[in-house]
């Protein structure tokens, strides 16, 4: 099992940017496949960004697309979301998932494993 801790989060303006970090504790976070996702107060969770183990394939919701950046360093168990141009909508808490099997990167119950959530405010 994976336990993983978000920070980063804030209140920022629109078009600043934040760097969020999602800390995985084992010695096995080589072998998850990781990811990020958001809920928006009264919305349902929704996929941002996507990796895979070695850090070489990303995938990305159309809606943060060439704003938001994840990587990951196995070497410190962290993988990141760096979020750019960040507008009011981007408003939410921000959850990372990890899992070693993952059917659809960009479905929730593909992940086992859920941080406690971080929250994100832009201010317009």
């Known amino acids: 099992q994976v336990q993983l801790v978000e920070s980063g989060g804030g209140l920022v303006q629109a078009g600043g940017s934040l760097r969020l970090s999602c800390a995985a504790s084992?010695?096995?976070?080589?072998?998850?496949?990781m990811a990020w996702f958001r809920q928006a107060p009264g919305k349902e969770r929704e996929f941002v960004a996507g990796?895979?183990?070695?850090?070489?394939?990303?995938k990305y919701a159309d809606s943060v697309k060439g704003r938001f950046t994840i990587s990951r360093d196995n070497a410190k168990n962290t993988v990141y979301l760096q979020m750019n141009s960040l507008k009011p909508e981007d408003t939410a808490v921000y959850y990372c998932?990890?899992?070693?099997?993952?059917?659809?990167?960009?479905?929730?119950?593909?992940?086992?494993?859920w941080g406690q959530g971080t929250q994100v405010t832009v201010s317009s």
């Open positions: 998932a990890g899992d070693v099997q993952v059917f659809v990167m960009t479905t929730q119950g593909s992940y086992d494993f």
């Open positions: 084992g010695r096995t976070f080589s072998t998850y496949i």
């Open positions: 990796i895979n183990r070695s850090g070489i394939s990303t």
